[in-house]
C-alpha cells in the first residue's frame, strides 16, 4: 500500500513542483507510533524557503483531498531535505560528483559495508568514493547497483 501512495503523491505532487521550478527530491510514507506521515521534500540549488513549501502543501493538500489516496489520518508535512540530502537516483549522484558523501552497501566490500569520502566519479554504473585514510587517500569504486543507502555528508 505505501509504494501505492507513494506513487500518487508522486504523480499528484510533480506538476505543482515543477510549476515552481523546484526540484522533487523524495517521498515517504511512513508510520511513527500510531501516527502516519506523509512526507515530501523539495529543493533547489538555492535552496528551499518555508513559503514554498507552504505553497507545496497547500496546492498537494488540496489534489490528495480530491483524489483521496490515503484510507487512514495521516499529517503532510513538506521540507528541504537538509543539508544531509539523500541521494536515490543516478542523477542525484551525478549532482553530487565533488562533495563529500556517506554511501552504505548491501553486501561487504573489502570488509565494509559503510563508505564516507568525496564522491569523485558517478558514470551511471560505478560510484567512485576518495576515502581518506589518515594522511593517504584510497579509491574505492562501489557497483551502483549494490548501494544500499547514500547521502550528502556534513563535514566538522
Not at 125 to 135: A, G, P, Y
Given at each position: 500500500m505505501n509504494e501505492n501512495v507513494i506513487t500518487v503523491t508522486e504523480e499528484l505532487v510533480k506538476p505543482?513542483?515543477?510549476?515552481?521550478?523546484?526540484e522533487l527530491v523524495d517521498i515517504e510514507f511512513t508510520q511513527e507510533g500510531k501516527n502516519w506521515f506523509l512526507r515530501v521534500y523539495i529543493d533547489s540549488p538555492r535552496g528551499?524557503?518555508?513559503e514554498e513549501c507552504g505553497i507545496i502543501s497547500?496546492?498537494?493538500?488540496?489534489?490528495?483531498?480530491k483524489h483521496d489516496p490515503i484510507t487512514q489520518p495521516y499529517f503532510l508535512e513538506v521540507s528541504s531535505p537538509g543539508?544531509?540530502?539523500?541521494?536515490?537516483?543516478r542523477t542525484d549522484f551525478e549532482k553530487a560528483v565533488g562533495k563529500?558523501?556517506?554511501?552504505?552497501?548491501y553486501e561487504p566490500f573489502n570488509g565494509e559495508k559503510s563508505f564516507e569520502g568525496v564522491l569523485s566519479d558517478f558514470d551511471g554504473e560505478?560510484?567512485?568514493i576518495d576515502q581518506r585514510v589518515?594522511?593517504?587517500?584510497k579509491k574505492v569504486e562501489l557497483?551502483?547497483?549494490?548501494v544500499a543507502s547514500a547521502r550528502l555528508a556534513v563535514v566538522f
Amino acid at each position: 500500500m505505501n509504494e501505492n501512495v507513494i506513487t500518487v503523491t508522486e504523480e499528484l505532487v510533480k506538476p505543482i513542483v515543477d510549476e515552481m521550478n523546484l526540484e522533487l527530491v523524495d517521498i515517504e510514507f511512513t508510520q511513527e507510533g500510531k501516527n502516519w506521515f506523509l512526507r515530501v521534500y523539495i529543493d533547489s540549488p538555492r535552496g528551499v524557503d518555508i513559503e514554498e513549501c507552504g505553497i507545496i502543501s497547500e496546492k498537494l493538500s488540496e489534489q490528495l483531498d480530491k483524489h483521496d489516496p490515503i484510507t487512514q489520518p495521516y499529517f503532510l508535512e513538506v521540507s528541504s531535505p537538509g543539508a544531509e540530502r539523500p541521494l536515490k537516483k543516478r542523477t542525484d549522484f551525478e549532482k553530487a560528483v565533488g562533495k563529500q558523501v556517506y554511501v552504505t552497501t548491501y553486501e561487504p566490500f573489502n570488509g565494509e559495508k559503510s563508505f564516507e569520502g568525496v564522491l569523485s566519479d558517478f558514470d551511471g554504473e560505478m560510484v567512485v568514493i576518495d576515502q581518506r585514510v589518515k594522511t593517504r587517500i584510497k579509491k574505492v569504486e562501489l557497483p551502483y547497483e549494490k548501494v544500499a543507502s547514500a547521502r550528502l555528508a556534513v563535514v566538522f
